[in-house]
């Protein structure tokens, strides 16, 4: 029996070895199809302001994130041919009025706009920050820009592209006369339907100019295994998976989604639309599946990636922003997902793909060990060297040898960060104690 019980068990951790490494190579794969190579400029970027679908950028604020200057010049230089940029903030002395105002006036023939508003409606502040933006929008596409996150020129004219690639109302924009798709007299849009794509997002590539280790190890977190799995699930595509660095929906969409909170549902008039996803810290994860689920809408990405430049991290400061997001995404994901993360990791998967091999065929279990974790790190730098194809003006030189460092110290901390995550559900988030509760729905404590 005890025989048998480890044959089995050998077959299940193979299985899942295969599994995991497929992941890892589909991630790997998708990063070089799509990134490593120069981007193409948009087909819109040349089309008449009267042609090209309006776009309103939100840039939700709170003091002076890293690099804040450049990340919010970034989307005043863009190249589109229609578009408004809103700044949100919550505090009429928030220290980064000053550099938005600068920002402003460097470019007088951007039409942009600060919004002060103190309205809370949850406990989301990144949702209270885009409560008066989102009615103030001249336009009913939305593009939503976390602070710390710098585009490339061409990457809204690209996010439309594949915005728009399915909708039924969409003429190609090498005839612009006939496209359906807009009136250009007051730019009014059917926004998308079932079946047609409602989001549009970038996977996130960190950037770092501040080499503290914590920075260092998040950038090798972000830029290797967080980016293979999201692209990896993404490709899949059978199910959501949305950060928020940089979000494009329809905010006709967004107004007829219903909270995703199962008490609140069973209200007799349930909050809908932005403030129904007011009392989740991962809103941004939420109104994806809800887009989903609830509207049946499908997600694309582009060939460009969200820059989201690190300040100087501390190590603690590294393991409290994984255990912070891990605690939140217990909540939210079945507990099979939760349980079998830590399988997916380079060291834990080495391990157990090592004793099933050994176990069924026979092998040497060090070396195994090695020849995993050698090729895995290849894989990785690999990827990393892929998605940085066309955002090498905006990241310093890197050293390799540094690199591989923090990529071996976030591949030994993966297994003590999960544990620490499921120790507890209490999070600090911007100076905050919140508690997650069922479905990821967030209190004060």
């Known amino acids: 029996m005890p025989g048998t019980a ?41 089309l008449p302001s009267t042609s090209a679908p309006g ?23 863009l190249d589109y041919p229609k578009y408004e940029v809103i700044f949100a903030l919550q505090d009429e002395n928030d220290e980064a009025i000053p550099v938005v105002r600068m920002v402003m006036e460097k470019y007088p023939e951007i039409k942009s706009k600060i919004i002060i508003d103190s309205t809370k409606i949850g406990v989301n502040p990144k949702v209270n920050n885009l409560l008066r933006p989102f009615q103030e929008a001249s336009y009913d596409l939305l593009w939503v820009l976390d602070s710390t996150i710098s585009v490339t020129s061409g990457t809204l004219g690209r996010s439309i592209e594949a915005f ?27 926004p998308p339907i079932s079946g047609e794509v409602g989001l549009v997002h970038q996977v996130p590539i960190a950037v770092v100019y501040q080499k503290t280790w914590g920075s260092l190890i998040e950038q090798a977190y972000l830029n290797t295994t967080h980016a293979k799995m999201y692209l990896a699930i993404n490709a899949v595509a059978v199910d959501s998976c949305v950060v928020g660095k940089s979000n494009l929906y329809s905010r006709s969409n967004i107004s007829e989604l219903t909270t995703p909170s199962p008490s609140l549902r069973s209200l007799p008039n349930p909050p809908t639309g932005l403030a129904g996803y ?35 991290l501390t190590v603690k400061d590294y393991i409290d922003r994984r255990v912070r997001w891990l605690r939140v995404r217990k909540k939210m994901t079945p507990i099979i997902a939760t349980l079998l993360e830590p399988f997916t990791e380079s060291i834990l998967a080495g391990l157990y793909g090592s004793w099933a091999i050994k176990r069924l065929l026979g092998a040497n279990i060090p070396a195994l060990f090695l020849v ?5 790190l290849l894989i990785d730098l690999s990827t990393r060297k892929a998605l940085e194809t066309n ?9 390799i040898g540094f690199f591989i460092l923090a990529w071996l110290a976030r591949e030994c901390l993966a297994l003590p960060i999960w544990l620490l995550a ?15 509760i069922s479905s990821g729905m967030s209190i004060f404590v």
Request: glycine share 4%; net charge positive; hydrophobic share 45%.
């Open 391 to 399: 955002i090498k003006n905006f990241k310093p030189p890197s050293n």
């Open 55 to 77: 776009v309103t950028i939100i840039r939700p604020l709170c003091g002076l994130d890293q690099n804040l200057y450049n990340t919010l010049e970034s989307c005043m230089t």
């Open 6 to 46: 480890s044959l089995l068990l050998a077959i299940f951790f193979l299985v899942l070895f295969i599994v995991v490494w497929s992941l890892c190579l589909l991630g790997w794969r998708t990063a070089r199809i799509r990134y490593a190579h120069p981007t193409l400029p948009s087909r819109l970027s040349s």
């Open 278 to 312: 007011s009392p989740f810290l991962a809103e941004d994860n939420m109104i994806a599946l809800g887009l989903w689920h609830q509207l049946n809408l499908k997600h694309a990405m582009t060939s460009d990636v969200a820059c989201d430049f690190l300040g100087a």
């Open 372 to 376: 995993n974790l050698t090729v895995w």
């Open 164 to 190: 728009l690639s399915n909708h039924t109302q969409y003429s190609s924009p090498d005839d612009p006369e006939s496209s359906p798709l807009m009136s250009a007299a007051d730019d009014v849009r059917k």
């Open 422 to 436: 499921m120790t507890s559900d209490i999070v600090v988030w911007r100076g905050r104690r919140y508690k997650i």
